[in-house]
């Protein structure tokens, strides 16, 4: 099994790069803000709770989405490697994350971490806005808090993993393809 975290600030490219990156090397992908938001659409209690968090800009607590990644990788005994996309969000929950796989008998492989300048992650977040229906992107207030949530409570996710040198900086800007590339550069080494 080989499993990859895709980590990066709101707007750096996560969904982009998961869709292609699932594709090329046959993943499973876990989002727990996509999963997060079939929830809300179909008004689930655990989506009733989760609004409130969401259209806030704050990270839903952390037993929650732990809650939702264990029962996904339950629900995947054969797969070939996750792709986890906007978790771990917190400490907490990379612990709980290293805990699950541990008991499955494997482990985070790499963790690729999009490098993209803060200006360049407003900008993408006003255009994401337009198409995306997101409430959370479209008001400023709540996109700058959400910088200010991954500043403070997701950032160390990623000094908590550059223990066990898993970490790999990625540049996350320029095309698309570019950046798909050079995600791929980094998997293939590590395989
Ligand atoms: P995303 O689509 O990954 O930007 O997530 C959208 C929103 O869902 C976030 O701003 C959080 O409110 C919530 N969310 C997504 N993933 C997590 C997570 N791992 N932990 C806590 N909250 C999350």
Redesign the pocket.
Known sequence: MFNTILFGP?GSGK?TQSEKLIEKYGLIHL????L??KEMKESTPLGIE?KN??EK????P?EV?IGMISSALDANPHARGFLF??????VA?AEALDKLLELKKTAINIVLALQVNEEELIKRLVNRAKTSGRL?DADPEIQKK?QDVYKNETLPVSAYYSQFNKVVNVHGEGSIDEIFDALCKEIDAKK
Do not use: C, E
Not at 85 to 90: A, C, E, K, Y
């Open positions: 709101p969904g989002s727990t803000g996509d997060l938001r989760a968090f969401i800009g704050q990270l839903v952390d989405v996309d906007g978790f771990p969000r917190t929950q959370d959400r």
